[in-house]
């Protein structure tokens, strides 16, 4: 990393206290990629760094290397940042007044730390948070709120590279083409060890190691199918007007969870169910 002072748009995912009046700080700057640093005196009551280093701030910081000594101290092992000026573009103050908001951003912020590389600029990855977090700031529908953190999710599994493939069986090739009537025996199941679907004969012959958990659960009907497709190829705007029922949203967080499980392990449950504890998501 460049160790002269720079400046960068970035996200504040996380902070916790340090020593007598600092915060360490989680960020995740449009340039920099996820870093780590240090907003010293930020909790004293008249600190010109308080507004825009709050958690999810949108901000403009302007970082220098910090002291070895200090970068000891806040057990880094190198590379934390001083954060030596900053500016808030945006405070998000939409997702601090709100429980369930709140909760939804904490998510998004581990989500952010558990997929995201630290000192790896990942633009797309940036705009995705940005984007998701804004909406959600500013979104009072619940339903609304539900399709930004389901985009949000599927759309980081394909910045990552994990992007399911739902036109054919990931294992056979078999396209994915669903009967209208329910109860046929015709179905398949979230794979995400094989990067999509199986069919139910790849199903069978696979048994638990899909990734996708007992396959008589995870079974995927038309209508969740058509929802992942959208939600992975559509613009946010026009999503956000779908109207989901109970039964398809329990579904289509069963398929997606299962891809994020996979991916980014034991933690990605972890953190909804601290999501859980603030709202019905
Ligand atoms: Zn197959």
Redesign the pocket.
């Known amino acids: 990393m460049d160790l002269r002072s720079q400046t960068d748009e970035c996200l504040i995912l996380r902070s916790r206290e340090f020593q007598e009046a600092d915060r360490l700080l989680t960020v995740l700057g449009r340039r920099l990629g996820r870093v780590s640093c240090l907003a010293r005196g930020v909790r004293r009551p008249n600190s010109r760094l308080k507004a825009a280093t709050l958690d999810f701030s949108y901000s403009r910081l302007q970082f220098a290397p910090a002291s070895r000594q200090a970068a000891g101290s806040a057990g880094s092992a190198g590379g934390l940042l001083l954060v030596t000026q900053g500016e808030a573009l945006d405070g998000l103050p939409g997702l601090r007044a709100d429980l369930n908001k709140l909760g939804c951003a904490y998510y998004l912020g581990e989500l952010l730390v558990l997929a995201t590389p630290e000192n790896k600029p990942q633009e797309n990855i940036f705009i995705l948070a940005v984007t998701a977090l804004t909406l959600l700031a500013n979104l009072e529908n619940e339903q609304e709120q539900f399709l930004v953190l389901k985009f949000f999710e599927l759309r980081l599994l394909g910045e990552m590279g994990w992007r399911p493939n739902l036109a054919v069986?990931s294992?056979?090739g078999?396209p994915v083409r669903l009967p209208q009537a329910p109860g046929r025996p015709d179905f398949f199941v979230a794979a995400p060890a094989l990067g999509g679907l199986?069919?139910p004969?790849?199903c069978q012959d696979l048994q638990w190691s899909t990734g996708g958990g007992p396959a008589e659960k995870a079974r995927l009907s038309r209508g969740c199918l058509r929802l992942l497709d959208s939600l992975l190829n559509w613009e946010l705007r026009p999503l956000l007007k779908l109207r989901i029922s109970p039964e398809l949203r329990q579904e289509l967080n069963a398929c997606v969870w299962a891809f994020l499980d996979y991916h980014l392990g034991p933690a990605a449950g972890k953190a909804r169910r601290n999501l859980q504890v603030y709202c019905d998501i």
Request: proline share 0%.
């Open positions: 069986c294992r056979c078999r199986a069919c004969r790849c």
